[in-house]
């Protein structure tokens, strides 16, 4: 199931769903599983998920994101195509009721988005772009760890990394743009934290 990548919000969630039923506990290795190990844009699109919705506010998981996401970009940049991602990593966990939860939160969201997304400026979401989405997407994960002090503050940046990786999904150039603009809200927020 893992290895055909979904080309939309509502086709992940069903995957996740389908892949987590009857579990006690969702380790964010099944989820990656599910999403699609090997699909940039689908794990970028998992972390971004996660921390849009209520699972951000387990602590220390803006944080587990935020690594997640540096070790597999950084993997992009030195022109891996596989990713090796930390066990410990692998094996955080959450509730089935908690991960249940985060299902129905993001339902009505990815059937509104997945209306608004398509193939458009597919030069934003291939070959080379690939580098610079990887780049923009460790800066976002960099401002997590510190937002992680307020609560569900990482949900801005979680927000960037959910579109950009929905933009190499449905190879909408778009969503690049879009998600370029969540960066400096991000630093906004981390101003007023620390100053």
Not at 72 to 94: D, E, K, M, N
């Amino acid at each position: 199931m893992g290895d055909v990548q979904a080309t939309n919000l509502e086709t992940l969630l069903d995957r996740l769903e389908e892949s987590c039923r009857g579990k006690d506990r969702i380790t964010i290795g099944v989820m990656l599983e599910a999403a699609g190990q090997r699909s940039f844009g689908a794990l970028l699109l998992l972390a971004g998920l996660i921390a849009i919705s209520p699972l951000s506010g387990i602590p220390g998981m803006p944080t587990t994101i935020s690594i997640m996401v540096l070790v597999t970009a950084g993997q992009i940049l030195l022109g891996r195509s596989h990713f090796w991602v930390p066990q410990w990593v692998l094996r955080r966990s959450v509730s089935q009721a908690k991960f249940e939860r985060a299902l129905l939160f993001l339902r009505p969201v990815a059937r509104s988005v997945d209306r608004l997304i398509r193939p458009r400026l597919r030069a934003l979401t291939q070959n080379s772009a690939i580098y610079v989405v990887s780049v923009l997407a460790i800066l976002v994960a960099l401002t997590m760890p510190p937002l992680e002090l307020l609560p569900f503050a990482a949900t801005t940046a979680g927000a960037a990394l959910a579109i950009f990786g929905l933009a190499l999904v449905a190879h909408d150039g778009l969503l690049v743009i879009i998600a370029v603009s969540f960066y400096p809200t991000s630093l906004v927020l981390i101003t007023k934290t620390f100053l």
